[in-house]
């Protein structure tokens, strides 16, 4: 079982960066590929970005690339999102995710957080 709890939401103005947070309980958070997804507003969710166990491996959505970048800590069990250059269609609630595959699917992981509010003011 992996429970995951994200911080560092807020608002913030065009232009600003934001570091997300996503801590994890349980020993086995090294071994789960984890990602980032969104959800504004009546949509669904999306994926932003994830990261494989190892941090080798990185992958981002379209709308993020070159602007987000996502890491991990496994000594800490936590895994990030820098979030630079901010637009206000990035304002979502972004929910970390934990997978024991590689899909950029939100309804395949298998454990998931609560969310954060990201709110982006233009």
């Known amino acids: 079982q992996v429970q995951l709890v994200e911080s560092g939401g807020g608002l913030v103005q065009d232009g600003a960066s934001l570091r997300l947070s996503c801590a994890a309980s349980g020993r086995t958070f090294g071994t789960y590929a984890m990602g980032w997804f969104r959800q504004a507003p009546g949509k669904e969710h999306k994926f932003v970005a994830r990261?494989?166990?190892?941090?080798?491996?990185?992958s981002y959505a379209e709308s993020v690339k070159g602007r987000f970048i996502i890491s991990r800590d496994n000594a800490k069990n936590t895994v990030y999102l820098q979030m630079n250059s901010l637009k206000p269609e990035d304002t979502a609630v972004y929910y970390c995710?934990?997978?024991?595959?590689?899909?950029?699917?939100?309804?395949?992981?298998?454990?998931w957080g609560k969310g954060t509010l990201v709110t982006v003011s233009s």
């Open positions: 990261i494989n166990s190892n941090a080798v491996l990185t």
């Open positions: 995710a934990a997978s024991s595959g590689w899909s950029t699917d939100y309804n395949d992981m298998d454990y």
